[in-house]
């Protein structure tokens, strides 16, 4: 059977919580620093080139971006702000994060975030900060290792089993972690598996 999240389509973009839907379904965001490949992680996980904005310019995302799945009801990917852009304006800055801390501590269809890192620079204090609040709240979280593309096959398992590792100390086994690549498609399969258990709809 088809990919279930290759429908996905653009529903709403919200800037502020009261333009976020009705918080009665399952979703799962996607969240990281600015840059470290989200949208091109949402769009190979839909397998669509322009689903969710890419660009080289950091900060591209600048609202919450909710995304639909036409054949299953309430089920939402939502691509969130990056974080760490130090060209962001402060007071955007502050609106942002007390959107996201409000978003975090009260959304109840929220079933899990995947928090998407560069492979090369995993685990960032914000990075750790996001890994937290999903473990407090006592979601499952997964992280995403992107750009895999960019290291040898070698390089690329010794990167996951360090995070794997570092995470294991503080969170058990809540965090789980893979490579990733939006280019080559590594570990595309495995992520979607992940997000469609959190969406309670099957893989495939
Ligand atoms: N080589 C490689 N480049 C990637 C990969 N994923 C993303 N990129 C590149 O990284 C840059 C940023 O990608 P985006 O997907 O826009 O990143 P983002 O996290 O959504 O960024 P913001 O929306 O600014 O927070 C783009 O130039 C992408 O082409 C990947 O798996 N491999
Ligand atoms: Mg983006």
């Known amino acids: 059977m088809a ?4 429908r996905a389509q653009y529903m709403l973009a919200a ?19 600015s840059n470290a ?14 689903l969710a904005r890419v660009s080289k310019t950091p900060g591209r995302t600048q ?8 054949q299953h009801e ?26 996201l801390d409000k978003y975090f501590q009260n959304r109840q269809a929220l079933r899990g975030l ?10 960032k204090d914000y990075d750790r900060h996001m890994l937290g609040y999903a473990v407090t709240r006592g979601l499952p979280a997964h992280a995403l290792l992107t750009k895999a593309d960019k290291l040898s096959r070698g390089a690329t398992a010794a990167a996951v089993q360090a995070v794997k590792r570092d995470l294991a100390k503080d969170y058990g086994d809540t965090v789980s972690v893979q490579a990733f690549s939006g280019e080559s498609k590594l570990g595309v399969d495995q ?10 709809i099957a893989p495939d």
């Open 114 to 123: 995947v928090v998407v890192m560069d492979i090369r620079h995993p685990l």
């Open 63 to 70: 609202q919450l971006v909710y995304f639909e799945l036409p």
């Open 15 to 33: 800037h502020t919580p009261r333009q976020l839907p009705p918080d009665g379904g399952f979703e799962v965001a996607f969240a990281g620093r």
């Open 37 to 50: 490949g989200k949208s091109s992680a949402l769009n190979a996980l839909c397998q669509q080139n322009a």
């Open 74 to 99: 309430n089920r939402f990917l939502v691509d969130l702000p990056g974080y760490g852009y130090a060209k962001v304006p402060l007071d955007l800055k502050a609106h942002w994060q007390a959107f």
């Open 191 to 200: 992520a979607r598996g992940v997000i469609c258990s959190w969406l309670e």
């Open 3 to 6: 990919n279930p999240l290759a």
